[in-house]
């Protein structure tokens, strides 16, 4: 069956450092990723995307990886802060149609 | 420019009456989207269309629920009649294109009674 797998436990990093949330898929051919932030009582915001012929993408301080080989997209927040504290969602479009299957999501705490 | 609007922000309800939610998609949109989250099974798609026709609606749990799209700025879901376990948040969401981001509304929190 299809999944799409984020670590469903909260990922509590301090100020400063850098944050890496994976995204896994399974028995999913996607033509590309999609990642997603949302805030409590908030609707998933847009973030960034990566096609399948794309192994990274950057704006400002996040950045996207996407290896079709392995079937994960890894998303990074260099120097995070407090304010980065919320829920990362990844989504994926298959290649025919145009579904976009979210993961369920990470929770990011930032302390100062 | 405005984003997606959605209406109401919150409903509560008993069950067995016919909720009704309301979407404004942003202007110049030719996708529109409905979803519903909760914690057990995350942000799932219900139904889309594309320039006002339903595309699919696979995702639309049963018939009780039912969605339209009458114009370019308007959409509805409605659930009749309500159950409990309907409870939720709703949201909606538009974009220029499948391969485009989607901007979400900020949804609509059901409780069924």
Known sequence: ?112 | DAGVIQSPRHEVTEMGQEVTLRCKPISGHDYLFWYRQTMMRGLELLIYFNNNVPIDDSGMPEDRFSAKMPNASFSTLKIQPSEPRDSAVYFCASSTGSDQPQHFGDGTRLSIL
Request: charged share 20%; aromatic share 8%.
């Open chain 1, 1 to 112: 069956s299809q999944k799409i797998e984020q670590n469903s436990e909260a990922l509590n990093i301090q100020e400063g450092k850098t944050a890496t949330l994976t995204c896994n898929y399974t028995n999913y051919s996607p033509a590309y990723l999609q990642w997603y932030r949302q805030d409590p009582g908030r609707g998933p915001v847009f973030l960034l995307l990566i096609r399948e012929n794309e192994k990274e993408k950057r704006k400002e301080r996040l950045k996207v990886t996407f290896d079709t080989t392995l079937k994960q997209s890894l998303f990074h927040i260099t120097a995070s802060q407090p304010a980065d504290s919320a829920t990362y969602l990844c989504a994926l479009v298959q290649n025919a149609g145009n579904m976009l299957t979210f993961g369920g999501g990470t929770r990011l705490m930032v302390k100062p």
